[in-house]
């Protein structure tokens, strides 16, 4: 079998496969179980990590599901696409290394951190979200898009609440669900209204034929309603600080790639789809209303919190403003081709490379924080006080994923910001000035957290108190280093996956043109 062939769909059917056979091989001994699990998202990560050097290297890879030979995107003499096929750019394939490498990371941090006797259920969902991140990324067609965000969403909402023995996270999984049902409508909507003009539901047959008619329209309002919901941007981030508050550390972690990926739904129905509206620029400019609403409101927000995970879950909706500052501003001049070559590319590589550290210096300090509630406890960060004596590498990774947020050199932050600040500013300053308060916000915010929980003098409660597990500490230092070579290393990441993923966005026709 011709493996680089077959990736596309095997990296969404070794997480499936590895979720249902996960409840059959726990009875073997949690072992056995335990390896299966690791190996079948190791499989995965090499599957999406060669399916990455081939792409960049050759080209979009599409894939049909049913075709005697994968190859082959048109059955018909007319040219329409009739089979499920997966389309994977330059863009998608980031997208899907970035949520694999994060679920990896987030399982091997659970094999001590979930408690033994929920573990086959734990790992069973985990399996199914990571499956329908990259299928949610690969697919070629919306209702393909619409089935795996349902997938996502409800595998999801049950790891929010895997632990619902409080009323805060059944509250917490029932606004996630409710969020997701609405979102999830009105995507079908959307769909509904385009398949009814135009028979079609391949993205790039759609991008090929699209009128921008009234209806084509309203489902760009319904799809970008939704998917903006769905990634926490603000005022639709109602969900984000209770979701990411209350779900299990490890899996907060993970909810991060997960509303990324619904980011990347976002983006690519504006850029493939309707990047040649006459009226784009409307669009463009509510993606960065959107951003800079989540980026000084989560900020603001995150400075009044007492509560880690929340405050946390606040950084989380101003970070991902950043992402829709920067591709936004690109989408803005992507029919200028001047404006778009001279600053447009680089912010969009700016906001592209933020959603990677972001996923990677967010899964750290949701991992800190869960190592800390592991060991005291407690959330509170008033109940807190001189951990750095008691977990010292717990304390490190925590400083490194906070200065990362916060945007200080050398750390993997400081790179993506400053793409966006500088490329940002030649749009609008008023934009990058925003950004860069925000950025100063957020470091006082973390200096109050790194203050309260860890300096201060040894407490007589915490005597017993230890250094978390080694699968624990062996998850955050990957993440640690991650954070630290991206920030000193950034061309290497730029030049090689950031920049292919952002033409692979702005070049529509060679989207199209890759599947049909």
């Known amino acids: 079998m011709n493996l680089i062939l077959h ?78 096929i997966l389309g994977v750019d330059a863009f998608s394939v980031f997208m899907a290394l970035t949520s694999v490498t994060i679920v990896l990371i987030a399982s091997i941090y659970s094999l001590k951190f979930i408690k033994e006797r929920t573990k086959s259920k734990y790992y069973t969902l985990l399996l199914l979200l990571t499956a329908a991140m990259v299928g949610l990324v690969f697919t070629g067609d919306l209702f393909s898009m619409f089935v795996f965000l349902e997938l996502l969403s409800i595998s999801s909402g049950v790891l929010v609440a895997f632990y619902f023995h409080k009323g805060e996270v059944v509250e917490a999984a029932f606004k996630y669900i409710v969020i997701s049902a609405i979102g999830g409508l009105m995507v079908l909507l959307a769909i509904g209204l385009l398949y009814g003009h135009y028979d079609l539901l391949n993205i790039a047959a759609l991008a090929n034929t699209l009128t921008f008619s009234f209806s084509d329209k309203v489902a760009l309002v319904l799809l970008i309603s939704a998917f903006a919901m769905k990634c926490g941007a603000v005022p639709l981030h109602m969900w984000v600080p209770d979701a990411y508050g209350e779900a299990p550390a490890s899996i907060s972690a993970v909810l991060v790639v997960a509303s990324q990926a619904s980011l990347y739904a976002l983006f690519r129905i504006s850029f493939t789809l309707f990047s040649a509206l006459p009226t784009i620029e409307i669009v463009a400019w509510s993606i960065i209303i959107l951003g800079v609403l989540s980026m000084f409101i989560g900020v603001v927000m995150a400075i009044l919190q007492s509560d880690i995970k929340r405050l946390m879950a606040y950084h989380a909706i101003s970070q991902t403003g950043y992402m829709l500052l920067g591709i936004g501003v690109g989408l803005a001049v992507i029919g200028n081709t001047n404006a778009l070559n001279s600053f447009g590319v680089t912010a969009m590589e700016g906001g592209i490379f933020h959603i990677i550290n972001h996923a990677i210096y967010k899964g750290l300090l949701f991992l800190t924080a869960g190592a800390i509630i592991y060991r005291v406890g407690t959330k509170d960060l008033n109940k807190m006080s001189g951990l750095a004596h008691k977990m010292p590498f717990t304390t490190i990774f925590f400083l490194i994923g906070a200065l990362a947020i916060a945007g200080l050199p050398p750390f993997n932050g400081f790179v993506s910001k400053l793409m966006i600040y500088e490329s940002v500013f030649r749009f609008n300053p008023l934009l990058s000035i925003i950004a860069m308060l925000v950025s100063i916000l957020t470091l006082a915010s973390f200096v109050k957290v790194f203050y309260s929980a860890f300096m201060g003098p040894k407490s007589k409660e915490y005597n017993k108190i230890r250094e978390v597990p080694k699968t624990m500490i062996i998850a955050m230092l990957v993440l640690a280093l991650l954070t630290l070579l991206l920030g000193l290393f950034p061309n290497i990441v730029v030049d090689n996956i950031i920049n292919p993923a952002a033409h692979a966005l702005i070049d529509q026709l060679k989207y199209v043109g890759g599947i049909l």
């Open 7 to 84: 990736a596309p769909i095997l990296a969404i059917a070794i997480p499936l496969l590895g979720a249902l056979a996960t409840p059959l091989l726990s009875k073997l001994g949690k072992t056995i179980r335990n390896l299966w699990i690791i190996l079948s998202l190791l499989f995965t990560e090499f599957l999406v990590l060669i399916l990455t050097y081939d792409v960049i290297s050759n080209g979009i890879r599409a894939y049909t599901l049913g075709a005697k030979f994968p190859t082959d995107t048109i059955p018909t003499a007319n040219f329409i696409p009739v089979r499920i």
